[in-house]
């Protein structure tokens, strides 16, 4: 997050956040997500949430994936950005660059 907030900043590009913890997504909008990507781009296995929830044991497939989006949105990869019908997970400097600049 700190290195997307940063990229931003420095080109001001202004950007509205949404607090996950906060205000839960909704599941119309993870799965709108999820026409854009796969589940491994957007669910993340490697947090803290996900170990604390045992998840790794219950051998989850993509629909009980996204269950766990819904419930538990700590497990989605951030930052997640939407921008021109676009959805960017994670930061990349180069990614970010080419669509907007």
Request: charged share 35%; aromatic share 12%.
């Given at each position: 997050?700190?290195?997307?907030?940063?990229?931003?900043?420095?080109?001001?590009?202004?950007?509205?956040?949404?607090?996950?913890?906060?205000?839960?997504?909704?599941?119309?909008k993870?799965s709108?997500?999820?026409?854009?990507?796969?589940?491994?781009?957007?669910?993340?296995?490697?947090?803290?949430?996900?170990?604390?929830?045992?998840?790794?044991?219950?051998?989850?497939?993509?629909?009980?994936?996204?269950?766990?989006?819904?419930?538990?949105?700590?497990?989605?990869?951030?930052?997640?950005?939407?921008?021109d019908?676009?959805?960017?997970?994670?930061?990349?400097?180069?990614?970010?660059?080419?669509?907007?600049?």
């Amino acid at each position: 997050m700190k290195k997307t907030l940063s990229f931003f900043k420095t080109y001001n590009i202004e950007c509205e956040l949404h607090d996950f913890k906060a205000e839960k997504l909704s599941c119309d909008k993870i799965s709108s997500w999820l026409r854009h990507m796969n589940m491994k781009t957007l669910f993340n296995s490697k947090s803290t949430t996900y170990r604390n929830l045992n998840l790794k044991e219950l051998n989850l497939d993509d629909k009980a994936k996204e269950e766990w989006l819904c419930k538990e949105n700590l497990l989605i990869k951030r930052p997640v950005v939407e921008f021109d019908e676009k959805v960017i997970v994670g930061f990349d400097e180069e990614i970010y660059k080419g669509v907007f600049l």
